[in-house]
């Protein structure tokens, strides 16, 4: 079992910079790939950014803006969020799942979630 908890969700304007963290327990996080995704309501989650031990995937929206790591020492991921759009705003989620061949961008592959932290972005 793994315990996800994220933080530093916030308000920003445009342009400006958040980063989020995601804190496990349970278990450590270099056996797992991590996925960060969002949800507008009204609207399907999404996938946003992820890790595992072959590298990292971003979303074609967050391209060049977003960087996704991880401190296994620490047991907690990082998602560097720069360049906010007010269309990133959004409440974002992190999740796991055992560790994979193939990385998956599917919500339905992951096992685990956090409870979500709200980012909104002003213009």
């Known amino acids: 079992q793994v315990q996800l908890v994220e933080s530093g969700g916030g308000l920003v304007q445009a342009g400006g910079s958040l980063r989020l963290s995601c804190a496990a327990s349970?278990?450590?996080?270099?056996?797992?790939?991590m996925a960060w995704f969002r949800q507008v309501p009204g609207k399907e989650r999404e996938f946003v950014s992820g890790?595992?031990?072959?590298?990292?995937y971003n979303a074609d929206s967050v391209k060049g803006r977003f960087t996704i790591s991880r401190d296994n020492a620490k047991n907690t991921m990082y998602l560097q969020m720069n360049n906010l759009k007010p269309e990133d705003s959004a409440v974002y989620y992190c999740?796991?799942?055992?560790?994979?061949?193939?990385?998956?961008?599917?919500?339905?592959?992951?096992?685990?979630w956090g409870q979500g932290t709200q980012v909104t972005v002003s213009s």
């Open positions: 349970g278990r450590t996080l270099r056996s797992y790939d």
């Open positions: 999740a796991a799942r055992g560790s994979a061949i193939i990385y998956s961008t599917r919500i339905s592959a992951y096992d685990y």
């Open positions: 890790i595992n031990r072959g590298g990292t």
